[in-house]
Structures are given as structure tokens and as C-alpha cells.
């Protein structure tokens, strides 16, 4: 949207909506989004100075701070790819190696956006959901008239698994769901706070060894559903 928006309008960014929008909003977030909108409508030089305002704009604790890093690194990055032709994505160069350590350290934006630009060089291949927490999803719409039987309570998908599952649930109440992964010698491996009543979540199992898992859902301490899941790597 944003290469369409450079190329195919009249309108400096000043005046463009989306620039508009994100200049006038005040979050971390959107001066992320503003950055990288800057670089893809060609302002490459302005996108660095918002990116490095972002500290002195903002408190930003430990974790955001690191956040902070891999978004100014892959930005930079971008930049210096846009300004040499010549380079190339490929196995063995410094962006490649950097898009990689992107991609795999952590889950969320500069990761997903890392991985995107692996995908469309079809240098890696990524068969799991992503998911960022933007409130752009799809589920069924629960209707409390219909008595759920367990298995329309709550699923767990793929089974069997290898990083990822996602789990979904309707499951009305005034307290908080909470999912819990319990392995073959029924140690608790994983505890999980699920907001909403009914809602879906990516859970990432990628540091679980192969093997049969439960998959538990429970609310006020009482189980409410199980699951069980096989992961196979």
C-alpha cells in the first residue's frame, strides 16, 4: 500500500493520508510504522531520523529498548540494500545474516517482517501460523444458545505439531481462562493467561522435545477442557 501510495499520487507524504495519520498519532507503534512508510516512499534519511527519535520520544523499558534495536537494524539494513543495487539476499551475505538472526530470535514484528522478505526470495520455507496481536483475525461467532459440546469448547490445531498451535475457545464466565501444558510425566510445562471469553491464541512449542502433551484449559481451577497433542519434529 505504501509503494502504491509513492507512486501513484499527486500529493506530497505531508499531505498524503496515511502520512497524515501516522505523524499525527503518538505511540511507539505508529512512529515504527512511520519509519518504515518513509523508507518505502522514498525518504530513506527521514525514516533513520524517526527511528532514532524514538528513544528521547518515549520511556522505554528494557524489553522495548530491544525491540527498539532490532527495528532500527533492520531498518538499516533495508536502507543500505535499497542503496546498493548491487546486493544481493542470498546465503553467506550480511543481510542475509542479519534477516536470518531477525527472523529466528524473536516473535514479533521485525521477526515477522524478516521472515516475509526471507519468504519472498524463497530462501526459507515457514509452514506455521503467524500471528501479530493486531486484532485482525477470523473465528466463529459464539451463540450461548447452542449447548458446546467439549470438542467446540476447545481446539488445538495442528495435532500433530512441531513450533506452533494455535488454540481456540468459547467458553463463557466471569473468570480467566487459563491454558496449561502438562507432558507424558504430567509436569506442568506451560502456564498461559487467555483473554476473552471466547478468542484464539498462537502458543509457541518450540522449545518442547517430541513427544504427547496435555492441553488443558481451566477456569476458577476447575478443567474445563482437555486436549491431547502429539508434537513431532
Known sequence: MCNLYANGTLHTWQSDTIGLLLVGANTPGTRYQ??????????????????????????????EQSLHTRYTTLLNELIEFENNPVIVIEPGTAIYEVLMQLSTSGEDKPAALSRNILLSENLISYEEPIKLDDGLKSMPIYKPELKAVQSQKFRV???????????????????????MIHDANGRQVLTRPLQGQHNEAI???SDFVNGTYAVILSQGGKTVATETLVIAK
Open 34 to 63: 512511520l519509519a518504515f512508510w518513509q523508507l518505502f516512499t522514498g525518504n530513506p534519511a527521514t525514516a533513520q531520523q524517526v527511528m532514532y527519535n524514538i528513544p528521547s520520544e518515549f520511556t522505554l523499558d528494557a524489553g
Open 157 to 179: 490445531f495442528p495435532n500433530p505439531a512441531n513450533t506452533f498451535i494455535t488454540v481456540s475457545w468459547n467458553v463463557p464466565g466471569q473468570e480467566t481462562n487459563i491454558l
Open 203 to 205: 502458543v509457541d512449542i
